[in-house]
């Protein structure tokens, strides 16, 4: 995991993210924690457990958003899954225990990446042996007009006919094998067909209603060890056999016993779940007892353990879960977290409050944060040759329909603001390939925006605010 300070951290978040400090300082406290426990005496570690936190705000405030920035800046497994998605088990459908398999999935194929970029340098000059004698073999067969390593006959000073020795033809067999190498560093043969014998991996039988990913750990694993492979020949570019052929010399090169024990390892001490919509397997009220409120406690209790901490069996081996970071968040319309199993409460307590979004808000979305949606808009026009200027007026215009919108309509958030953006410009990125001119410039005003969306704002039309 990167060791970036919390400030560091939420000066990252404030790139992309406007508003929002609490959530900001709160999720990157937690991760720097990580990084102190590692600091840690052993024995010591052990005892501090992660502080698990609830976000809760409306939907379109930047919760999802925070977590998505979060898994980019740190180097550790991260996750997001939507609690609504899991069952109970003995239910059809995926339980729990499967979020932390993905999250292992995750870490594999990150620390495998690592692992292959060690050994590129040498798994590549393996690939361009592979290729120059593919391409050898082509030429002969093709006739290609590239020089062989052939026998070659001479007179001796008696007019007798010797042969060149050994040394002198493998002398002549490097050297066509070394021009062809510089001509295909060159890119000469890159279009070029070859035939190559490719290993195509069998999919796991499905076993009655279940995949791979809902059987027992240890039976999925034993049936993908019982499917043969199966290998066949296949025509294809130079170009896309050296990619085909770099993935068979990485993994002959690569520890894959060392990439799975980094891997679980990884999971367990810096691993992260941000489980969404934690609201909706929460149970408003009491004495409820409709089989949805049975479901969602039923998802509470198979969730607890998780959290707690457990041993969940994977197809790599056990993972325990006491020290991977949870981060829940919901909206929390129609539920409070109180509705979640007291157990469950405790095992999260930070809880931090998102607040709803306002006109001020909105303009500095549309302008503050890198890749901002005018910036997007700018960009994407740009390369159908037009100048896209906004008016300082036409930011105020758009965040105000954006705040009226939320409050007259539904409240998604800034979520509105990618809409209004679509329906300012929806007839310009029409017409925008006939509208090509050299330095052709349009200028987006408050009045174009507020004549744009008129008719929508007058009619209250609900289905053009639908994203």
Request: charged share 30%; proline share 4%; aromatic share 4%.
């Amino acid at each position: 995991m990167k060791e970036l300070t919390p400030r560091e951290i939420v000066a990252q978040l404030d790139r992309f993210i406007i508003g929002q400090d609490n959530a900001k300082r709160a999720v990157a406290v937690a991760v720097r924690n990580r990084w102190r426990r590692r600091q840690l005496d052993p024995d010591l570690a052990k005892e501090v457990a992660p502080k698990n936190i609830i976000m809760i705000g409306p939907t379109g405030v930047g919760k999802t958003e925070i977590a998505r920035r979060l898994s980019n800046l740190v180097n550790a497994p991260f996750i997001k899954v939507e609690a609504s998605k899991y069952t109970e088990v003995g239910y059809h459908g995926r339980d729990v225990e499967s979020m932390i398999r993905d999250l292992l999935e995750l870490a594999v194929d990150m620390v495998r990446s690592e692992h292959a970029e060690t050994v590129r340098e040498q798994a590549e000059a393996a690939v361009e042996e592979r290729l120059v004698s593919l391409l050898l073999g082509e030429a002969i067969g093709s006739h290609i007009d590239v020089p062989q390593p052939v026998a070659v006959f001479d007179n001796d000073a008696d007019g007798e006919i010797v042969t060149t020795t050994a040394a002198q033809q493998e002398e002549s067999r490097k050297l066509v094998r070394r021009r062809m190498s510089e001509k295909l560093r060159q890119g000469v043969f890159e279009d070029r067909e070859i035939e190559i014998t490719i290993d195509e991996k069998q999919v796991v039988p499905i076993i009655g209603m279940m995949g791979p990913d809902q059987m027992d750990p240890a039976l999925s694993s034993m049936l993908e060890n019982l499917v043969p492979s199966k290998t066949r020949r296949r025509k294809v570019t130079v170009a896309r056999a050296r990619t085909i052929l770099l993935e068979e010399e990485t993994e002959k090169l690569i520890d894959k016993e060392k990439i799975i024990e980094q891997a679980v390892e990884r999971t367990e001490q810096t691993g992260i779940v941000f489980l969404d919509e934690i609201d909706k397997i929460a149970s408003p009220g009491e004495g409820k007892t409709g089989s949805a409120d049975v479901s969602r406690q039923g998802v509470q209790r198979d969730l607890l353990p998780i959290v707690e901490g457990s041993a969940v069996s994977t197809r790599y081996g056990v993972v325990h879960t006491d020290q991977i970071l949870f981060i829940a968040a919901g909206a929390f319309h129609s539920a409070s977290v109180s509705d979640l199993m007291p157990e469950l409460q405790g095992r999260f307590p930070i809880r931090v409050e998102l607040n709803a979004l306002n006109k001020d808000d909105f303009k500095r979305i549309l302008i503050e944060p890198d890749a901002s949606l005018t910036m997007q808009q700018e960009a994407m026009l740009a390369t159908e040759g037009l100048k896209i200027k906004f008016a300082d007026d036409s930011i105020d215009a758009m965040a105000e329909l954006a705040a009226e919108a939320n409050n007259n309509l539904e409240n998604i958030g800034a979520r509105r603001l990618m809409t209004i953006m679509e329906c300012v410009f929806e007839q310009i990125s029409f017409d925008a390939p006939e509208m090509k001119k050299a330095d052709k410039k349009i200028e987006i005003t408050a009045d174009f925006v507020r004549e744009r969306l008129a008719e929508i704002m007058k009619d209250e039309d609900l289905s053009k605010f639908v994203l």
